[in-house]
């Protein structure tokens, strides 16, 4: 029996609506291809970071040579690539396309669709000047886009440019969650020696209500000036509140990742990978045990300086009713870990906690000046901390 998809109802429900729209000057053929800029010639202390090749997945015995290649990238880093992942370079460069063009329309247009940051909700437009640390000089936007479920239809709306190409972004995010998220979660579930190898792939079906969404992001160019009022992001050191972050190859260097020893390392740009980094979720799920790793965005190289640093994100989430209590795993029981929270707290009330935090600036400053310790409560007794420029 044929399935429908969310996009293809989008495109029988409007009709009325869209008959009026001329999607055809958003084909590829009429916009302006993004061009990625040129990689920095600068020496700089790149991290050394694990590559797994999807491709092994499905082979035999490839789950566990992949597992044991991850296993130490999990525990202590936080942060590896992934290849063959059954997206083609022309669809990845189709996303950027796109996303460099929503973030050239007007400021009006864009606010049509702007977040509900009163509300906790990121999803939608996300304009500059909404980050604590030195708002003012904030030069980050962000649009995200939900999942494709029945949870989410018709609740939010995005511009002409991105319904036009809906049924692409919807394959493009459903592909990351299928060929990348989830067996990640079963290299994880394997990690853990849990006798159910789908038992983490059980707590983010794509189906479900959960808070997974794909992102544009944008930082834009500054002058010597501006970054130099900036901070640079040296200030900006912390955790995403996920599973797994999912990050498409930005040759633009920025991203930084705080390391055991207490230095910053340079992520590098590798050809042909996603680059991934656990986050707080899982890292809840095992009692710390496996690292959310703690990251930044800085100053990118004076030779880069001339260029807007584009992004495509995807963030994997469990579902919203699941309990970040720890797994019952022989690894996690012989390691002694204990939950990170006070209470039984869900998802959904940890993603709301952090995201109110995250898009008010004005409430975060108050509530991590109460603490004056460089921490803030974010629920039930878990705690984030600032950390060293």
Known sequence: MATTTITEKLSTTTVAEESVLDFAKYDYNNLERYVHPPETKEKLNWAELVTLDLEDYDREGGKERLAKQLEHAVQHVGFFYVKNYGLTQEEVDNQFTLAKHFFALPVDVKAKYECNYAAADYNGWRRNGRRV??????????????????????????????????????????????NVVLPLLRLFAIILQLPDEDYLVKQHTYEKKSEDHFRYMLYRKRTPEEWAASGGGVGNGHTDLGTVTLLFRQPIAGLQILGDDGNWTWVSAQPGTITVNLADTISHLTGGWLKSSVHRVVTPPEDQ?????????????????????????????????????EKPVTVEEWVKAKQTLQLNPDIAAKRWAEAGDGTVEVLAGFRDRKYKP
């Open 133 to 178: 640390e030195n708002k003012n000089f904030d030069n980050v936007e962000i649009f995200n886009i939900p999942k494709f479920t029945k949870d989410f239809e018709g609740k939010y709306q995005q511009p002409e440019l991105l319904k036009a190409h809906l049924p692409e972004i919807e394959h493009f995010s459903k592909t990351l969650h299928s």
């Open 305 to 341: 300086w001339a260029y807007d640093r584009t992004g495509l994100l995807y963030f994997a989430r469990p579902h919203n009713e699941t309990v970040l209590n720890p797994l019952d795993s022989p690894v996690l029981n012989a390691a002694g870990v204990k939950s990170r929270f």
